[in-house]
């Protein structure tokens, strides 16, 4: 659950990839995908209209490709991804494929570039014109906690950017304290 | 040196590296602000965009500055799909979004033109600047606290080309940002940018339209942000670098 759940905050609301990661995996519902998904993660699609058509239709497509291991006669299955029979370690590398799944719009799939659990790259095998819309490999801003940033020392800065003050604001602020200081 | 003045309802700063720039010259720079206050303030009565406001004045009549303003600020719209606009939520045509960052630009070319190659001028959050704070170093800036006026986010050396710096938040003036995106949970949202312009316009678009915008719009820009959600950060690859101590193994653009 460790790669799924970063998988899933990094590909978030991209929700081709993970019907396609669904394909895969079988067993994680796409709302359980998204419960995993840290707060603030910033796995967006740019395109929303797009990208909610493509979701529309992508939720029939799903029974077929999940029902896909159970059956043996799997239509949809093209080369099952290799993390998907054991859990996948926090450290798995390479290049796992998804399941071809069709959509109303065609032939979906994709393979994820693992390097230490992370995902580096999703590359697309098949795609419909709509999935060319939503599908974003990772968020370009990262999120990351305030004690991951260095303490800022005032008497280093010569300016401050801040919320616009107003003039009142501005005497309890760190620049009214740099003005007066004449740094 | 540094000398401070206020206009536009907040406080301007110059600091310069040397010594202070003479009267006259401040005076300019004073001036350029005044300028665009008396034509632009919606706390006047009798600025040009009150009259306009009241249907006194049409955008036709207005004069060059007003209209070529108002033009640009209508081109960040589109650029920005919206999430940056100059009409107010009941139609009133409201361009202080652009106007504090163009007075800004011109103050510095006010500056740069008077022969004063390292300076460094603030107002009301949004910093612009040129050269160097030493021979040592480079102009560094902070980067406000939303929760806390006296406490710094983080320190920002500007290194390289980003002349600019702004920062928009809904923690002074209360709300005063209208969100297109009800959803947004960002509090706060700095950008950095070649011009101010651009960073004062996409900082505003950006709180507004939240992390999607965030995502499409500092790709599309090539700026660099830190915004705040809740109590998390949201960070670029390149100003990650240079605000923490971590590692960075993410690929440069």
């Known amino acids: 659950m460790t790669v799924r759940g970063t998988v899933g905050g990094i590909v978030a609301s991209t929700a081709i990839i993970i019907i396609a990661w669904q394909a895969g995996q079988s067993t994680a519902a796409s709302n359980g995908l998204r419960s995993a998904l840290p707060v603030g993660s910033t796995g967006t699609s740019t395109a929303t209209t797009p990208n909610t058509q493509a979701s529309t239709p992508s939720t029939p497509a799903t029974t077929p490709a999940a029902a896909a291991p159970s059956s043996t006669t799997s239509s949809a299955a093209a080369q099952p991804a290799p993390a998907a029979p054991s859990p996948a370690k926090a450290s798995a590398s390479g290049t796992f494929q998804g399941d071809a799944i069709q959509t109303p719009f065609g032939n979906m799939q994709v393979a994820l570039v693992v390097a230490s659990g992370k995902v580096t790259d999703v590359k697309v095998l098949q795609s419909t014109n709509y999935a060319q819309y939503s599908i974003q490999v990772s968020s370009y801003a990262d999120p990351i906690l305030r004690g991951e940033v260095i303490k800022a020392q005032s008497a280093k800065v010569q300016m401050v950017s801040g919320a616009t003050y107003t003039s009142q604001g501005y005497l309890q602020s760190v620049q009214s304290a740099l003005d007066k200081a004449g740094i | ?253």
């Open chain 2, 1 to 253: 040196m540094r000398w401070t003045f206020e206009t536009m309802g907040t406080v301007v700063s110059v600091a310069t590296l040397g010594a202070e720039p003479g009267l006259e010259l401040r005076g300019r720079v004073e001036r350029v602000f005044r300028d665009y206050d008396f034509e632009f303030s919606r706390y006047r009565n009798d600025s040009a965009i009150s009259r306009i406001a009241r249907g006194e004045l049409s955008l036709m009549d207005a004069s060059d500055t007003l209209r070529s303003t108002y033009a640009t600020a209508l081109e960040w719209r589109s650029l920005t799909r919206g999430a940056f606009t100059p009409h107010r939520p009941d139609g009133v045509v409201d361009l202080d979004g652009v106007v504090k960052a163009l007075a800004i630009n011109d103050a510095g070319i006010v500056l740069s033109d008077a022969g004063i190659t390292d300076w460094c001028l603030g107002c009301g959050g949004d910093v612009l600047l040129a050269g160097r704070a030493s021979e040592e170093a480079p102009w560094t800036i902070g980067v406000a606290d939303p929760d806390d006026p006296a406490l710094l986010l983080a320190e920002i050396p500007m290194n390289g080309s980003d002349r600019a710096i702004a920062t928009s938040g809904v923690s002074e003036r209360g709300e005063h940002v209208w969100r297109s995106d009800a959803g947004s949970t960002l509090r706060q949202v700095t950008v950095i940018a070649d011009d101010i312009v651009t960073a004062d316009v996409l900082a505003t678009a950006i709180l507004s339209g939240g992390i999607d915008a965030l995502e499409q719009l500092a790709r599309q820009h090539s700026v660099e942000v830190l915004a705040v959600a809740g109590d998390e950060l949201i960070i670029t690859p390149r100003l990650r670098a240079l605000v923490t101590e971590r590692d960075v193994s993410e690929p440069s653009r």
